[in-house]
Nanobody, 120 residues
Framework: QFQLVESGGGLVQSGGSLRLSCAAS????????VAWYRQAPGKEREFVAG???????NYADSVKGRFTISRDNAENTLYLQMNSLKPEDTAVYYC??????????????WGQGTQVTVSS
């Protein structure tokens, strides 16, 4: 019923750029905290960037200054602009939305992931 769909991944050379998109449906996107995570081969899923309700953006130290997270509530879409890509950025990237209608309840939704591969 609730779905997040990532797109925009692909192959890029080191130093190049990609823009990931996450289209949301069936959820109250504008009222949800959103984030991007990634999982590299043989590693645990890690936080990349996020936006909370007060429009505050947070980034992992490894991507600060290179990645920019943004959202378009009118289009129900989350974006991740990735510049100056490095081989270590290679991973499957996942979008996440968290909706907390009450202090007692929270709902978390994940996309299926999109592959980003950065060649040296």
């Amino acid at each position: 019923q609730f779905q997040l769909v990532e797109s925009g991944g692909g192959l890029v050379q080191s130093g190049g750029s990609l823009r990931l998109s996450c289209a949301a449906s069936g959820i109250i996107f504008s009222r949800s905290d959103v984030a991007w995570y990634r999982q590299a081969p043989g590693k645990e899923r890690e936080f990349v960037a996020g936006i909370t309700g007060r429009s505050s953006a947070n980034y992992a130290d490894s991507v600060k200054g290179r990645f920019t997270i943004s959202r378009d509530n009118a289009e129900n879409t989350l974006y991740l602009q990735m510049n100056s890509l490095k081989p270590e950025d290679t991973a499957v990237y996942y979008c996440k939305a968290q909706f907390t209608p009450t202090v007692e309840a929270t709902y978390v939704y994940w996309g299926q992931g999109t592959q980003v591969t950065v060649s040296s």
